[in-house]
């Protein structure tokens, strides 16, 4: 894997969430964690948002003028629901696996992504560069 290009190899758990990774490799259990971790993180974040802008007038003004543009944006980018699942790497065909407590959102979503993965020929691009770097 270190021949590829933009292989990066051990990442702090910063680095999963700035950008400087698109992909995370790591078993089941690992990940599983990593994304409960990182839901609950946003849900406490987005809370404690919430209480402290209602404690505070000139807050809840701020808030009103971000609500869209900041807000908005924060939340369609850090919501699950707008990725609807993650695919399971390593199989012949596509999985997409979703969180247990999925709205219908995000199971059309995961759908979408299913489709889109299917389409790219995700699996066939990731056998190919495996092949060719091996």
């Not at 939340?75 to 399971?88: H, I, N, R, S």
Request: charged fraction near 25%; glycine fraction near 10%; aromatic fraction near 6%.
């Amino acid at each position: 894997l270190k021949a590829l290009d933009g292989f990066i190899g051990n990442v702090e758990g910063k680095d999963i969430f700035n950008g400087k990774v698109s992909v995370v490799v790591c078993d089941g259990f690992t990940g599983n964690i990593l994304l409960k971790t990182a839901e609950g993180a946003v849900s406490t974040i987005f809370d404690l948002m919430k209480q402290y802008i209602r404690k505070s007038l000139p807050a809840k003004v701020g808030a009103l003028m971000m609500k869209k543009k900041v807000f908005g944006n924060m939340k369609k980018q850090v919501d699950k629901d707008e990725y609807g699942g993650a695919p399971l790497l390593g199989l012949k065909g596509c999985a997409i696996i979703s969180h247990g407590a999925s709205s219908s959102k995000a199971i059309k979503n995961a759908v979408f992504q299913a489709i889109s993965y299917v389409e790219s020929d995700v699996n066939t691009t990731i056998e190919t560069i495996l092949e060719k770097n091996a």
